[in-house]
């Protein structure tokens, strides 16, 4: 674990890509320096802003102002806030928007905002004239940790979430904490199970640093005059970054970053991926799921479990399968982990752990263990 960052100067992290290499800046304020650092990248470029109403109404005028500053040539296309947005209309709206903006294969596409904003600017990105660059602006702490670096984009189908999408890296991610002030405490929580997530996948000192200091990450420098927000930013950025220039197209390794996700959206699938259970709070409790079947499989030598879901229910996550807002049982989360196209050969694919920080994928897992976990869970 590298030192925790002491100064206010922005941290940078590369993600390392060979020739679609890119600097992912991360710093309190930087959204300032927007326009001057897509002139740096693109000089003469025109650039078009993609955002939601949410974040509009917040950070938009900010966005400009640092566009126009370096004498860009600016445009806004704002969709409605929320997840709705990831489909085919809002696709076709964006595009359409884009080319209407006279957006050019030398312009950038600015994705300013959550995941969501991220996905679907960047798969339009992707798609329009062949491919436009994209610079990637998130605005919530998912985004910033997770969704806005290592290039998936995406739409949702009827058939599924995230099914319609494309590899797609931007040239630039900028991660300015100071926007994550003005999220709501519920969504920086909820991205926080994915930052826990870096530390207890491969590094148990940053999980450490996390039980010790989470209350001056969610605090932000602002209030504790600690840089501790931006330090676990950088740290699971950096995990993230390390993954995805190891297996960029997740042949292998990038599936460790799904510690959690396996029992977790089939949570999220049984409560309809509303409101009612946010991604966040789903990985939350798959996390604690993960750690608490490896212990049932033998392959956790002390119990561990316990320490991850004291954390995690200290900063405010669901740890407990019983705190999930909708009824369910065994059978039903089965049938959604199975649908979650994991299974082969009657086997389930679960990333498993052998200790904080010491995850592995595990490609034969006996559905009917699992199944009996998940009913022991749900009735003790
Ligand atoms: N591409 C990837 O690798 C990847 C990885 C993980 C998740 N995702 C996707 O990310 C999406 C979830 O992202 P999310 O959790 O950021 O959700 P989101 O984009 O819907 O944002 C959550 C809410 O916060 C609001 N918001 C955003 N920034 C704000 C700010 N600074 N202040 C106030 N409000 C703000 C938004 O308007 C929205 O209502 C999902 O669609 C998921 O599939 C993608
Ligand atoms: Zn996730």
Avoid at 308 to 324: K, Q
Wanted: aromatic share 6%; proline share 3%; charged share 20%.
């Amino acid at each position: 674990m590298t030192a925790p960052l002491r100064t206010g100067e922005p941290t940078i992290v590369e993600v390392a890509l060979g020739a679609r290499a890119y600097d992912i800046v991360i710093g309190r304020g930087l959204l300032a320096e927007l326009g001057s650092r897509i002139a740096a990248l693109k000089p003469g470029a025109a650039a078009a802003i993609v955002t939601d109403e949410t974040v509009a109404a917040r950070h938009l005028g900010a966005a400009e102002a640092a566009l126009g500053a370096a004498g860009i040539r600016a445009t806004s296309i704002i969709v409605p806030p929320g997840e709705a947005s990831k489909s085919w209309e809002k696709l076709q709206h964006v595009c359409d928007r884009l080319l209407d903006a006279r957006i050019e294969r030398s312009d950038v596409v600015v994705a300013l905002g959550g995941g969501v904003v991220g996905d679907l600017a960047g798969f339009a990105a992707a798609i329009l004239r062949r491919g436009l660059d994209v610079v990637q602006v998130p605005t919530t702490l998912l985004a910033q940790v997770d969704s806005s670096v290592g290039g998936k984009t995406g739409i949702n189908s009827r058939h599924g979430k995230n099914l319609v999408g494309a590899f797609h890296q931007p040239i630039l991610v900028i991660a300015d904490t100071a926007l994550l002030d003005t999220l709501p405490a519920r969504d920086f929580r909820a991205g926080y199970a994915e930052v826990a997530k870096f530390g207890l996948l491969g590094d148990a000192g940053f999980f450490t640093w996390l039980e010790a200091n989470w209350q001056d990450v969610f605090a932000g420098g602002s209030s504790s005059g600690s840089f501790a927000r931006e330090h676990a930013i950088a740290i699971a950025c950096r995990g993230k970054a390390a993954v995805v220039a190891r297996d960029e197209r997740e042949t292998g390794d990038r599936a460790l970053l799904n510690l959690g996700h396996t029992f977790g959206h089939a949570f999220e699938a049984a409560a309809g991926f509303s409101e009612k259970l946010l991604h966040g709070e789903a990985v939350a409790l798959g996390i604690v799921c993960a750690f608490e079947f490896s212990t049932r499989l033998g392959l956790l030598p002390t119990n561990e479990a316990g320490r991850v879901a004291d954390h995690l229910a200290a900063v405010g996550l669901p740890t407990h399968i019983r705190e999930m807002p909708v009824r369910t049982d065994a059978d039903a989360l089965m049938t959604l982990i199975a649908q979650d196209k994991k299974v082969k050969r009657g086997k389930l694919t679960f990333i498993l752990v052998r200790g904080i920080g010491k995850s592995f994928v595990a490609s034969d897992v006996d559905p009917g263990e699992a199944r009996a976990f998940l009913d022991q869970k749900l009735s003790g």
